[in-house]
């Protein structure tokens, strides 16, 4: 059996990035809920144990936690936030309500002799993102970094291999987190790093045969980088057994649905078998008067289904639905078990409870987005296609804020396919991870030729990321945004107001519902 490492969950919002970070570091590491930890553990015997963060407070009796005896096992132990928190709880430490909640990149100093901290520079960017702190560490414990406001940033046991990070070493924030995870894994856990991931393509389409066997496959294509390279594996994998689906409800953006039916459609280079639906009657009609986030994205989701369900009954026979899903959909749509509900992502959490299809593939499930990129370049789909920026399958619907209308649609049409070809013709998009124009609901006063006015405010987005899960707001140069502002408000009507958005994630979301 491999070296492993296992990664204890707690609820935590990060808990695949650390999975896949140790993964990187060529160590196999495998996640387990942590009502089921001790059994795993004792099963499976790994090099080391991670606890991941989560969102409840370790101090309060029904958090979730885990038997004393993990740390007594002669196996080196990480807990990182709410897991660094916990074990200092267990063992004797105290946790507490911190006075000053720390949020986002914070400087840290860490002691370079520690094993933890070897190589990494002595005052690193750290991400930090807690609201209860550890006062004291537990006893034999010595304080290994610190902030400001953290006196506890991270502490240790190094003779019995327990270490604690209050700061999320996973996430690309932390400047300098994969060494610091890696030094976890080889240092401490004396790892030798002999694991190789098995090419994705290779791997998928290998499962995806053997599952489907003779049956048809029916993919929800939306033309989106995700569903894309969902559709191009199962073509590899079973070829004119599949059928892409492509619904067009009315909520993307300008000319999409052109676009989309000429790269997968009978003249592009694909060998698929594609279908068109125009449904976007269908869908106005069902999100009329609704204002709701949530409600709008189940009654999109809901939908969707219902119109595959009819094209599947017009193919016949059909056992499989494919479905783009990818990690960060499953964790913000809520892990189950101690994960909060973000968002239900249209194609995970917004499925209605009864679906009819013998099964539904997610064959992305556990991927990032750039991996999904990376195997989209695998699988020779075009660069074009490969990085184009994230369209969520609610589509525009989550950027318009209130109830949807079609005039709505076709005013954050027009502003956000101003904004993009203004952003690309100054070659700004290079490194943004997705920007876009949302429809605010909120009306304001303006002036124009003489006349008040009293219309919409039109809000600009631009965001660096590479995982999704966390984000910056862009600095776009202000020669741009000024030439996208005065094309919106003079070629949009009833838009008399740009806004920049200026947040990252945390604390709001990428899209605006
Ligand atoms: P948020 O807004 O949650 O978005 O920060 C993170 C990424 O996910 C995309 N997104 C979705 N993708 N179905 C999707 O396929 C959805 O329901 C959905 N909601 C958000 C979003 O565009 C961003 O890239």
């Given at each position: 059996m491999s070296e492993r490492i296992i990664v204890v969950d707690f609820g935590g919002q990060y808990n695949q990035l650390i999975a896949r970070r140790v993964r990187e570091c060529h160590v196999y590491s495998e996640i387990v809920p942590y009502t089921k930890a001790m059994e795993a553990i004792r099963e499976k015997r790994p090099k080391g144990i991670i606890f991941t963060g989560g969102p409840n407070s370790a101090y309060l009796p029904d958090s979730p936690a885990i038997s004393e005896d993990v740390f007594h096992l002669g196996i080196p132990v990480l807990g990182i936030c709410y897991g660094a928190q916990l074990m200092m709880h267990l063992l004797g430490g105290h946790?507490?309500?911190?006075?000053?909640?720390?949020?986002?990149?914070?400087?840290?100093?860490?002691?370079?002799?520690?094993?933890?901290?070897?190589?990494?520079?002595?005052?690193?960017?750290?991400?930090?993102?807690?609201?209860?702190?550890?006062?004291?560490?537990?006893?034999?414990?010595?304080?290994?970094?610190?902030?400001?406001?953290?006196?506890?940033?991270?502490?240790?046991w190094p003779d019995r291999g327990l270490?604690?990070?209050?700061?999320?070493?996973?996430?690309?924030?932390?400047?300098?987190?994969?060494?610091?995870?890696?030094?976890?894994?080889?240092?401490?856990?004396?790892?030798?790093g002999d694991w190789r991931m098995e090419s994705f393509v290779e791997s998928s389409v290998r499962k995806l045969r053997e599952k489907v066997g003779t049956g048809k496959v029916l993919c929800a294509l939306s033309g989106g980088v995700d569903s894309s390279v969902a559709a191009v594996l199962l073509a590899k994998a079973v070829g004119k057994q599949l059928t892409c689906v492509f619904v067009d409800h009315g909520l993307l953006r300008k000319n999409e649905g052109d676009e989309v039916a000429a790269v997968f459609g009978p003249n592009g280079p694909y060998d698929l078998n594609f279908v068109r639906v125009n449904a976007q009657q269908r869908f106005y009609d069902k999100l009329a008067g609704v204002d709701d986030p949530e409600r709008k994205r189940k009654i999109i989701g809901e939908e969707f289904i219902r119109v595959f369900e009819e094209e599947a009954k017009k193919i016949g026979a059909v056992d499989f639905l494919v479905q783009g899903t990818i990690y960060p959909d499953v964790v913000e749509s809520g892990l189950g078990g101690e994960s909060t509900v973000i968002k239900s992502h249209h194609n995970v959490g917004g499925l209605p409870d009864y679906v009819d299809f013998k099964e539904i593939i997610e064959p992305l499930r556990d991927l990032f987005k750039d991996e999904v990129r990376a195997a989209g370049r695998e699988l020779g789909i075009p660069e074009k296609l490969v990085s184009r920026q994230p369209f969520p399958g609610p589509g525009l619907a989550v950027r318009i804020i209130g109830a949807v209308t079609p005039e709505k649609v076709k005013l954050v049409q027009e502003a956000d396919a101003i904004y993009r070809e203004e952003v690309e013709k100054a070659g700004a998009q290079k490194n943004l991870g997705q920007y876009f124009a949302a429809l605010t609901n909120m009306r304001s006063v303006g002036v124009m030729g003489d006349e008040r006015t009293y219309d919409y405010a039109i809000a600009l987005r631009a965001v660096l990321t590479t995982d999704f899960m966390t984000a910056e707001s862009a600095q776009l140069p202000w020669e741009v945004l000024s030439t996208v502002t005065s094309r919106i408000v003079n070629e949009v009507p009833h838009i008399n107001r740009v806004l920049y958005d200026c947040t990252g994630k945390p604390p709001a979301t990428i899209e605006f519902e």
């Open positions: 946790v507490c309500p911190a006075p000053e909640r720390e949020y986002g990149k914070t400087l840290v100093t860490v002691d370079t002799n520690s094993k933890m901290f070897q190589g990494v520079s002595e005052q690193t960017v750290c991400w930090m993102s807690h609201n209860d702190y550890i006062q004291a560490p537990a006893p034999g414990f010595t304080v290994s970094a610190h902030t400001g406001n953290c006196p506890v940033a991270a502490a240790e270490y604690c990070l209050q700061f999320h070493p996973e996430v690309l924030h932390t400047a300098e987190g994969t060494k610091m995870l890696s030094n976890f894994v080889y240092n401490v856990c004396g790892c030798t």
